[in-house]
């Protein structure tokens, strides 16, 4: 066990070394940009020739505008407090498809897709804007590299510990464990973690870019009504519970709007 607490600890040692602009932490990552970002604008391509994209509706053209404006303002954000650069490699893109799935997604380097399924929700320009600055931060914080290294690291953690153990019924039992005890006490708080700073980064830009922030708690009581209560607990889920997002949301939305004032944005849509 030592050996496998030892091998995991020079992975961390060595990978947690990019820093997150928004929060000035160090985070798991040893995905470099040049590695990731060409795999992802590739899987984007092919996933939009497999799949209905909506061009030049109002529903469309709105997607797009809304996510120029959050980009844009996200890089005044960064290119203030001492990140000029570190948009240089994204690609942003915005795209509508006709699914009726309620979700949006973005990959690595700012491909973003909205389903028109979530516009119904969203109902308003700045509703969209709520669910394209969570989206847009996922990309800013590298969660999607940040996931793979976790994973990377979580195969590397099972590896070393059935070359450590012997024993075969003490092998079955490790991995036994290790799976069920790395989902629920490691991966699933990591990707809740990434949701939530999302939440909160999202929030910010969005501010900046002038939409209001408070409006983004309202948009996750439309998503807890059309949930119909139909959700996992929380622990057992990737992404926190409606409720703590809306007091999230209504906590920060002040501080957003302190931000947005730095940048002499004091009216919102």
């Known amino acids: 066990m030592k050996k496998i607490i030892l091998i995991i600890a020079v992975f961390i040692g060595v990978s947690a070394c990019k820093v997150n602009p928004f929060t000035g932490q160090k985070t798991l990552n040893f995905y470099p940009n040049s590695q990731i970002f060409p795999t992802a604008f590739a899987q984007y391509d092919q996933f939009l020739t497999e799949n209905k994209v909506v061009k030049g509706t109002s529903e469309a053209q709105m997607i797009t505008k809304v996510g120029q404006r959050i980009s844009a303002a996200a890089e005044r954000w960064l290119s203030a407090n001492g990140y000029p650069g570190y948009l240089k490699d994204y690609k942003w893109e915005y795209n509508l498809v006709n699914d009726e799935t309620v979700n949006a997604w973005c990959m690595p380097g700012g491909k973003i897709v909205f389903y028109t399924g979530i516009l119904p929700i969203t109902q308003t320009e700045t509703g969209v804007a709520v669910v394209m600055g969570h989206e847009v931060a996922h990309a800013l914080a590298d969660h999607g590299a940040q996931r793979m290294s976790a994973g990377t690291l979580q195969q590397v953690g099972a590896v070393a510990g059935n070359i450590a153990i012997q024993d075969e019924q003490k092998r079955n039992l490790f991995n036994q464990a290790y799976g069920i005890g790395s989902q629920v006490g490691v991966m ?11 939440d909160r980064i999202g929030l910010q830009i969005m501010a900046i870019a002038g939409y209001d922030p408070y409006e983004a708690a309202k948009l996750w009581k439309r998503m807890k009504a059309n949930s119909g209560g ?7 889920s990737t992404h926190p519970s409606n409720d703590t997002r809306i007091n ?3 906590a920060w939305a002040p501080l957003a709007k302190e931000e947005a004032a730095k940048f002499g944005v004091t009216t919102f849509r």
């Open 188 to 198: 699933l708080p990591f990707s809740r973690s990434h949701e939530t700073e999302a």
């Open 230 to 236: 139909q959700s996992p607990p929380e622990f057992m």
């Open 248 to 250: 999230n949301l209504t």
